[in-house]
């Protein structure tokens, strides 16, 4: 079901502690816009609290980061095995061994640093 269209305005001035009181709610809720929040308060609705785990969201970050990371070795794999398919010469496969060898270890290194994080946040599960 379709909620209506919203073309009524509410013009409320504050000051700047009031307005300080409300974001600092507005940041305790899983409410995305400050509109929705505002709205839901004033109406009476259910406002969900955002429990924030301070640890857990660094976790988060360094995964995020990680998952970069490894998309990118993962992609210069590829990207090895391809010229791999293409060479003709022993040379250019000394030289194309030599790259391999450090995407390798850059690649096991990531991994080895994801597994350390999964571990870490299964400990605190």
Do not use: P
Not at 83 to 97: A, G, N, P, Q, R
Request: glycine share 4%; with cysteine; charged share 30%.
């Amino acid at each position: 079901m379709k909620e209506k269209r919203r073309n009524k305005w509410l013009h409320v001035r504050l000051n700047q502690q009031e307005f300080d009181k409300i974001q600092q709610q507005f940041h305790a809720t899983t409410c995305r816009k400050l509109s929705d929040f505002t709205r839901r308060k004033l109406l009476g609705q259910l406002l969900v609290g955002n429990y924030r785990n301070a640890s857990l969201d660094q976790i988060t970050e360094e995964l995020a980061q990680l998952k970069a990371e490894l998309s990118a070795a993962g992609n210069n794999f590829n990207q090895a095995v391809k010229k791999l398919h293409m060479l003709s010469k022993i040379k250019e496969f000394e030289h194309w061994l030599i790259g391999y060898e450090l995407d390798r270890r850059t690649l096991l290194r990531s991994v080895e640093k994801a597994a350390g994080l999964i571990a870490e946040v299964a400990e605190k599960w």
